[in-house]
């Protein structure tokens, strides 16, 4: 661009050079046999001057960079948009989720999925009551490392809670429509002023939550025999669904 330019004002001078020669011819000595006439003079100058404009698609240095921006914004937005649409069409994994937590010992649960599940000492908080609004994470956690040492997996039944006992389980009502989940409160949060907890991402489709990004919810905590019930009930209900 500034080579461009260069060439435009160095033409310029020429044209300016030879207009100030043909006036000096046209107004010099009258004793001269040959007179310019006027009128080609006129018309030279004029044919030079219009190779001087700036070519009108040559984009100014402010454009250059307005432009580097706008494209900067929707390479962003794009990748946005690339990232949320990979996390909502994740697949959910029952099998893994519902396997963290352990079998009910009275009911004979036929699932070899179930085998290796560990019994948990989780703190029993059936009194536990609270109304909020809750979001969920997912894909941007995917593998950190939660508040009890585990590895975030958006595809279990976890949450983030700012003080229930890490390890204790809740149920999880979406007051729009009904739908229900039990969860794990393996992490702390959410850090957001208004929310009360983060489900993940597998948490979060069963209540229809994925979509909305935000819900108010009900939490209601769960004694660990309790939640061991309430994963066999949710591990027969899939089951039937398959």
């Known amino acids: 661009m500034q080579a461009a330019r260069a060439s435009a004002t160095g033409a310029c001078m020429s044209v ?23 009128h080609l003079g006129t018309l030279a100058v004029f044919f030079a001057l219009t190779g001087c404009a700036v070519p009108p698609n040559a984009p100014t240095s402010e454009q250059a960079k307005s432009a580097a921006s706008k494209d900067a914004l929707r390479t962003a937005a794009s990748g946005a948009a690339s990232n949320n649409k990979e996390s909502a069409g994740a ?23 179930l085998a290796d599940a560990k019994p948990i000492d989780a703190a029993d908080i ?22 009890n040492g585990e590895r975030f997996n958006m595809n279990e039944f976890t949450a983030a809670h700012r003080t229930l006992p890490l390890a204790s389980y809740v149920r999880v009502t979406n007051q729009a429509n009904g739908k229900s989940v039990v969860v794990k409160i393996n992490d702390r ?3 957001s002023r208004g929310r009360i907890l983060d489900l993940s991402y597998a948490a979060a489709k069963v209540i229809g939550l994925v979509h909305a990004g935000t819900a108010r919810v009900k939490i209601q905590g769960l004694s660990p025999e309790e939640a061991r019930v ?13």
């Not at 909020?132 to 956690?141: D, E, I, L, T, V």
């Open 16 to 38: 300016r050079i030879a207009f100030v020669a043909t006036r000096s011819v046209q107004a010099g000595d009258t004793s001269m046999k040959f007179r310019l006439p006027r």
């Open 91 to 113: 697949p959910l994994n029952f099998d893994t989720a519902l396997a963290s937590m352990p079998a009910a010992g009275s009911q004979d649960v036929s699932r070899q999925s």
């Open 126 to 147: 059936s009194d536990f009551r609270q109304t909020g609004r809750a979001s969920w994470y997912g894909k941007g956690f995917h593998g950190r490392r939660t508040a």
């Open 189 to 191: 949060g959410p850090f």
């Open 230 to 242: 309430a994963r066999d009930e949710m591990l027969a209900s899939n089951s039937t669904t398959k």
